[in-house]
């Protein structure tokens, strides 16, 4: 009959420590100034009722980092909640009838059983979910704070409808002209919306990122990017005899460029700008470009993708450096109203968007700017006829009084000349824009605003907050359920009395994502923060997540603590002092015989190594690994993995194949390969090559070669590991620790001290690898009888002493050539090395006979002998 401990039950283990980890309260953090904090966070999960791959690679690296902080002796805090607002939601409201709260709460019950057997080390007594009233009557106040502070204004604005949602869309949630849920082409409209003045922190933005070490550069580099700050200057055009009433008689134009000026050949302004309508009223084929352009999104996105249009308004303008000289004045789809001026002029010679558009409509190129040293008159005649722009830096030429400047002067002297004229300044333009935060749902936090006729936008009284989320709404018909609401909107103008109207927005969701981390300090505060345990706990040193939110939420999130900060509620600047950005899971993809995508389930390879469909046998096309998506069927369902391998073998899986920050490749092979390792583990704990000492034996005082040896591998395994998870190198850390699982197998039973160094090194390992696979590091502790809980036991030591090698391969050198090698005892005396150099007999051989005029020692590395 098997022994029990034949072989490792995987299930029944993980349970029972999970089991003892939550009777420990082990993961419950509480602030303890006798350590110091750590405090590490993944983003959190929408609560979409099914947690797949990409949470279980995100959580499991969270919790390395936690573990492995609380073994080193650091007070962790490590929460978890949800992100529980949102449009999905509501649509699940409209497709079946279930109510958005009952929907989410139902999901969150169901993706935390999910969590549960993952063995997360997590802080639950922390849990928070955003679309609870506790958490999100927080930010009703905080906005009425931004509100009294300028942060926050309500202003009319083109904003991008989505015509399936009906709702409005931040530019981030156009992709290629279309919403990002819907799919469908986003069109413009005009509506009054609140803002957040994220540009007030454009400049303390963009400087914060200089002091963000811990943070991948390439994302570093898309939030500057994004808040894209140039350098310019502001130009303006006189109109040559407009023929409109009331125009203000010129064109201003933003350009980085002034020192092109003389290459102009054409103004252009957006659609949207006074002027065009102006010249619209008057000119129905303008009229309809107009409208046509109307139809198109306004995010750069769109604008960049779309094809350059422009539409000769007749009009001319005049050239600020040129007397006499006329540039025809467009319309141009290409040019934004809200960067800027709305206007610009095009330099086709120096800028590819205005080089297409000049050949599209039959412009001049004029080229001012030669590279050095090259003939610039030939220079300039090959420009004037190609189609490519020169953008790059060289000298001034045909541009009067600039000629011969380099491009930095020249546009120094630009600007000097057009404010001395007074025709221009110069001046710094950033491309972030504000943060319009209204949305037209139901499932949002309300905005506290109430809208009376006389008395215009009034903030919610503070009495009468949280303005909570009525419970009966109506799911039908496309818009806003609050919209429709009988009654809820209809309340007294605070100030007045007189009937008014609740603002019957929601905020962007974003809005919650913006503050949660400083929430999970003291998550049952009655006001939005227990100060002492947001100061203690900020910033999170360790966030872990997806490269998708580089923009959106960190930068909305690095935006919200600033103004937190100067509204009184914390004192951090930056939220997040550590980032870690992952990479995806991928899966490869399978196409049945219709060309219809196959579940990774429902395909096999035969033994002649075709693809074929489980049910039928019907051939299948295996295609390329891309990233796991419903919409490609290329999924794995984690909760199937782990309730066949364990959750340690999808923990591991997911830490060894790839470095943390690379996409991973899943694979049956690869998750077979990790339960195996595991469990050969576990069998080197549960069946020991040798009878272990207690864990209180003392070290031996000799040691045979390969227990030496094998001592000698564990101290510098324990080195290593250490430093690789601190670096997040976890497929290394996990790569030494295979290393080491097989110098246990090497390991000689009947050296002097084997067994006790068999042991030592086990629990080495067991404790270095417990961060990654916690269940079996426990279940091993406890075969090798140690007490207590790995989750509570501190990191081991390496001993420095045993990390240098205790041998060193030192060359034996005659006059300079090498002539054989001796193995020395590291750090050996010059004479030692010299005697042993001299007694090697290839080298007695050579200095018979001689005299030896010198001997040079290099210590631990070469020996050489003059003769
Ligand atoms: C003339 C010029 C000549 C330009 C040249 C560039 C190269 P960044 O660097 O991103 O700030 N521009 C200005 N306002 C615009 C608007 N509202 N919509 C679209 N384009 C606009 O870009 C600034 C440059 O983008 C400006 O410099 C302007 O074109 C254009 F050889 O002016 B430039
Ligand atoms: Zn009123």
């Not at 100067?566 to 004192?571: M, N, P, V």
């Not at 693809?611 to 069927?633: F, H, I, L, Y």
Request: proline share 7%; with cysteine.
């Amino acid at each position: 009959m098997a022994r029990a401990d034949d072989r490792y039950n995987v299930k029944e283990a993980e349970a029972r420590w999970q089991q003892a980890w939550r009777d420990a309260g082990c993961f419950e953090a509480s602030a303890d100034p006798a350590r110091p904090k750590y405090y590490v966070l993944e983003m959190f999960p929408y609560p979409s009722g099914r947690i797949h791959m990409g949470h279980v690679r995100n959580y499991t690296l969270g919790d390395v980092v936690a573990r492995f902080k609380r073994a080193r002796g650091f007070n962790v805090l490590h929460p978890m909640g949800w992100d529980a607002f949102g449009l999905p939601a509501e649509n699940a409201a409209m497709e079946r009838g279930v109510h958005p709260a009952q929907w989410t709460r139902s999901n969150i019950a169901a993706m935390r059983e999910q969590f549960q057997p993952m063995g997360l080390s997590l802080d639950w007594s922390r849990e928070i979910a955003t679309c609870d009233s506790d958490y999100y009557r927080h930010e009703q106040r905080m906005f009425l704070d931004f509100l009294a502070r300028g942060l926050a204004y309500r202003k009319e604005s083109w904003v991008n409808w989505d015509p399936v949602e009906h709702t409005v869309l931040a530019n981030e949630q156009v992709i290629d002209g279309r919403g990002w849920r819907s799919g469908a082409p986003v069109e413009r409209r005009k509506l009054a919306q609140w803002f957040l003045r994220i540009t007030r922190y454009a400049d303390e933005l963009l400087d914060g990122l200089e002091t963000l070490d811990r943070w991948p550069d390439k994302v570093r580099v898309m939030q500057a990017n994004w808040i894209g700050r140039s350098e310019g200057a502001y130009v303006r055009f006189p109109l040559k005899d407009c023929p409109l009433k009331d125009c203000d008689e010129s064109v201003e134009v933003f350009t980085t460029r002034p020192d092109t000026l003389f290459g102009a050949s054409f103004c252009a302004i957006s659609p949207q700008h006074p002027l065009a309508a102006g010249y619209a009223a008057r000119d129905p084929g303008l009229k309809d470009f107009i409208a046509e352009c109307d139809r198109m999104g306004v995010s750069e996105a769109v604008i960049e993708t779309a094809e350059k249009k422009g539409y000769a308004t007749g009009a001319f303008v005049l050239h600020p450096f040129i007397p006499g000289a006329e540039l025809p004045l467009y319309v141009a789809n290409f040019v934004l109203m809200e960067y800027g001026t709305g206007a610009i002029f095009g330099c086709p010679a120096h800028d590819q968007r205005d080089m297409d558009f000049a050949r599209a409509h039959g412009l001049e190129v004029r080229p001012v700017v030669a590279p050095r040293g090259v003939d610039a008159d030939g220079f300039a005649k090959d420009l004037a006829a190609a189609s490519e722009a020169f953008a790059e830096d060289g000298v001034l030429i045909r541009s009067g009084f600039l000629d011969g400047l380099g491009v930095a002067d020249a546009k120094r002297a630009a600007i000097e000349r057009l404010a001395a004229d007074g025709t221009g300044r110069g001046s710094i333009q950033y491309r972030l824009r504000d943060w319009g935060v209204s949305r037209q749902r139901y499932w949002g936090c309300p905005i506290p605003i109430i809208h009376c006729d006389s008395c215009d936008a009034v903030p919610v009284p503070e009495a009468d907050l949280p303005v909570l989320l009525p419970d009966d709404v109506i799911f039908e018909g496309a818009g806003n359920p609050l919209e429709r609401h009988p009654t809820w909107k209809h309340v007294p103008c605070p100030v007045c009395g007189a009937p008014a109207r609740r603002e019957t927005d929601t905020f962007d969701t974003f809005f919650e994502s913006s503050w949660y981390f400083a929430r999970y300090c003291s998550p049952k505060d009655t006001g939005a923060f227990a100060r002492a345990a947001v100061d203690t706990w900020l910033p999170v040193d360790q966030y872990i997540g997806g490269v998708e939110h580089a923009v959106l939420h960190l930068l909305y999130a690095r935006f919200f603590t600033r103004a937190l900060r100067d509204c009184g509620y914390l004192s951090v600047s930056e939220p997040f002092a550590g980032l870690f950005t992952q990479g995806m899971i991928c899966h490869e993809t399978y196409k049945g015989p219709q060309g219809e995508w196959l579940e990774p389930e429902r395909v096999r390879r035969n033994d002649d190594g075709a693809w074929v469909r489980v049910e039928d046998g019907a051939p299948v096309t295996p295609g390329r690994s891309e990233k796991m998506s419903k919409s490609k069927k290329n999924t794995v369902d984690p909760s199937r993995i782990i309730e066949s391998y364990g959750a340690d073998a999808a923990r591991l899986f997911m830490l060894s194949d790839s470095p943390p920050d690379r996409d991973l490749e899943w694979s049956d092979a690869g998750i077979d390969g990790a339960w195996r390792f595991l469990h050969r583990l576990w069998r080197l704990a549960a069946q020991p090559a040798l009878p272990l000492p207690p864990a209180d034996a003392p070290e031996p005082t000799s040691l045979g070669r390969s227990a030496a040896s094998l001592r000698r591998s564990a101290h510098k395994t324990i080195a290593a590991v250490t430093e690789d998870l601190e670096k997040l190198r976890f497929n290394t850390a996990v790569a030494r620790l295979r290393e080491l699982a097989n110098a246990l197998g090497n390991l000689d039973p009947a050296d002097d001290g084997a067994a006790w160094v068999y042991r030592f090194s086990l629990d080495a390992l067991l404790r270095l690898i417990a961060p990654m696979t916690p269940h079996v590091a426990e279940e091993m502790s406890r075969l090798l009888g140690n007490g207590g809980l790995i989750a509570q036991s501190p990191w081991p030591e390496a001993d420095p002493a045993l990390l240098v090698d205790d041998t060193v391969t030192v060359a034996v050198q005659v006059n300079g050539k090498l002539r054989g090698t001796i193995d020395l005892p590291a750090g050996a005396s010059r004479e030692t090395a010299e005697a042993a150099a001299l007694s090697l007999p290839a080298i007695q051989a050579l200095a018979a006979g001689k005299t030896i005029r010198k001997v040079v020692v290099v210590p631990d590395r070469i020996v050489n002998v003059v003769l």
